[in-house]
């Protein structure tokens, strides 16, 4: 399919932003843009202050320290290289620098993989704000601009979110960028914890509340553009996401943020022609960031490929980018340690579950390096109701898809106390029980044991903060209750476990062992509630597939499988996937002539052009 006259426009030469001047500029002066300066010196018992790259003050005498956050704010914000290293960096310069330290404990935080790493951040950071002379209290509105408040936003930021608290973190940031909205990191940090959360509305809006500060003389500008377009496309507005989108990448060609942003609009308009062409067009853009998006946009060519019919390229992107790396590169071979991170494994676990409702062979040493991979993670168990939940998409498959019976009964044993574990940590109000917080371990081979337990530390209490009266909203999904403010509560993710996750949990093991019945129960309840789990609408659409199909299978649910594909279609009426379960369920009521219309607009739309299965 020919792109269109925008689309072709999108890799144009960029525009009047030039980063590297823009950055010399900036960091010998204060942000011109409208409504922030930077916070005036005054005489105390503080380290000195120097201007970042946002023109915002960073307490710190090193200027090596300074460029070394400006390079993690700039690689954090293009989702490319290693900005935690950068972190690092700068405190090789400054060892006592708490922006660096909070930075650094915020990326970690937000991998929801390490929460011994967070724990250690935060104490360096606090370790830093008594060095340094910063009251660690988070002080109140007539103190805003004092040396130091920066500091002290983000440390009250990573004592919340080492907490599991991460609305309260979302808060203090939101408060900030009401009085600094020219800070970059501090922005993409915001939105990021939306994702997590599954606040869509906040996705959009804590960009929009401070998009009219900001201009193309302003540093990051173009990564602005791209997270407003990333939020406009999870509230259903995609024209205006798209055109955000594209003045994101006119602006710089790289911004990989944009680029997802764009996949998302393709994925969300069933525009699967277009995504497969948009993504193979700017390739090596993403492909050879070796940050965390490198996966996840492989994961959206996964996607596009299997809604055109396309298996066998979508096994390849699995093969090639999304399989965890294992000894020898061969799918038999042993896993190599580290595993992928676990946005990456999610990315893994879901598209070969997408595949499996396909009817695609997808083959137990493609699940078994997944569900391996995933046994690295039970230290961070419970941390993300997402991540647990794809985790177990992994063991439920191994459990139900290998020949032999002792591996089987090896998986299913993990799935039993995976769902097991939820419940204690529902039970135990928050407190993940011993079993989610062992070390890494390697996995256990087919039929053997467990891995050893370790101690770990505990995690530091946090601190308690006064938060101030900022809508940043719940949008818990099933009835919670009202933000009490400042009141120092349990993980967020606690009420998501009892009230979405674990009968969600329950529901996908439901299915995978062949109980359709139950599966359909549990899921038809929860599937308005999917953004509680956190995430994007596209990596929530697994669920409802699985509900669709589940509908299907049972001829007694009839009534709900028609319901379901009339509502998919309507959602999708360029999607060849849609048109093809609504033409079954016509076949299937004996409406041949809807059924043979709705098999011609799947051709259309892609399905069986080429051949299914077609490269």
């Avoid at 009219?212 to 540093?219: G, H, K, M, R, Y």
């Avoid at 969300?268 to 960031?289: H, I, N, P, Q, V």
């Avoid at 062992?513 to 139950?518: C, I, M, Q, S, Y």
Wanted: proline share 5%.
């Amino acid at each position: 399919m020919l792109l269109s006259g925008v689309a072709r426009r999108r890799f144009a030469a960029p525009g009047a932003l030039r980063a590297a001047s823009v950055r010399r500029s900036v960091l010998g002066s204060s942000n011109s843009t409208r409504g922030c300066q930077a916070a005036p010196r005054s005489a105390s018992r503080l380290a000195s202050t120097l201007p970042d790259v946002c023109g915002l003050p960073v307490v710190t005498t090193s200027w090596q320290a300074i460029k070394s956050l400006d390079d993690a704010y700039t690689e954090y914000a293009n989702l490319s290289g290693d900005p935690f290293l950068r972190t690092q960096e700068a405190l090789e310069h400054d060892s006592s620098c708490v922006m660096a330290h909070c930075f650094r404990g915020l990326l970690a935080a937000l991998s929801q993989s390490d929460p011994d790493a967070v724990a250690g951040c935060l104490a360096a950071a606090e370790r830093g704000l008594q060095l340094q002379g910063i009251d660690v209290g988070d002080g109140d509105d007539a103190a805003r601009a004092k040396e130091g408040e920066r500091e002290r936003v983000f440390a009250a930021t990573l004592r919340a979110w080492c907490g599991g608290r991460w609305r309260e973190g979302a808060l203090h940031l939101e408060t900030w960028l009401m009085s600094a909205p020219v800070d970059l990191p501090a922005l993409k940090l915001s939105q990021d914890a939306h994702l997590t959360l599954g606040d869509s509305a906040n996705m959009r809006d804590c960009v929009g509340r401070v998009l009219p500060f900001w201009s193309d003389a302003t540093f990051g500008y173009g990564n602005v553009l791209g997270m407003h377009a990333f939020g406009l496309v999870e509230n259903g507005a995609y024209a205006l996401a798209e055109e955000r989108a594209d003045m994101a990448l006119a602006i710089q060609r790289t911004d990989i943020w944009a680029v997802h942003a764009m996949a998302h609009v393709f994925e969300m308009e069933a525009r699967a022609s277009e995504g497969c062409s948009f993504l193979t067009e700017c390739r090596d853009k993403w492909e050879d960031t070796e940050g965390p998006l490198q996966q996840h946009m492989a994961w959206h060519l996964g996607l596009f490929s299997l809604e055109r019919g396309q298996e066998a390229r979508a096994t390849r992107v699995f093969d090639t980018l999304l399989a965890p790396p294992r000894e020898g590169g061969t799918l038999d071979g042993a896993l190599l340690l580290p595993p992928p991170a676990p946005f990456a494994l999610t990315d893994a676990s879901s598209l070969l579950w997408r595949m499996d409702l396909l009817g695609v062979e997808t083959g137990a040493s493609r699940w078994r390096g997944v569900a391996e991979a995933w046994l690295q993670y039970q230290h961070a168990r419970h941390l993300s109701t997402f991540h647990d939940l794809h985790a177990l998409m992994a063991f439920a498959a191994m459990a139900n898809g290998v020949e032999d019976d002792a591996e089987a009964e090896y998986w299913e044993s993990r799935t039993r106390e995976l769902l097991e574990s939820m419940g204690e940590y529902v039970k135990s109000g928050g407190e993940a029980p011993a079993a989610a917080r062992r070390r890494r371990q390697p996995p256990a081979p087919a039929g053997g044991s467990e891995p050893t337990p370790a101690s770990t530390a505990a995690t530091p209490t946090a601190a308690p903060v006064e938060l101030h009266a900022f809508p940043v909203s719940r949008n818990r999904g099933v009835g919670g209750d009202a933000d009490e403010g400042g009141v120092e509560g349990p993980p967020d993710n606690l009420w998501v476990a009892e009230h979405v996750g674990l009968p969600l949990c329950r529901a996908m093991a439901a299915y995978r062992g062949g109980e359709f019945d139950e599966a359909v129960s549990l899921l038809l309840p929860l599937r308005y509630h999917l953004d509680a789990i956190g995430g994007s609408k596209a990596q929530q659409d697994v669920v409802h597939l699985t509900l669709l199909d589940a509908a299907l299978r049972l001829p007694e649910k009839a009534t709900v499988a028609r319901t379901l594909v009339c509502e998919r279609r309507l959602q999708r009426p360029t999607s060849g996937r849609a048109w093809e379960a609504f033409a079954t369920v016509m076949e299937r009521d004996g409406d041949m002539r809807q059924a043979f219309e709705a098999r011609k607009l799947s051709f259309e739309f892609g399905i069986g052009q080429g051949g299914v299965g077609a490269n």
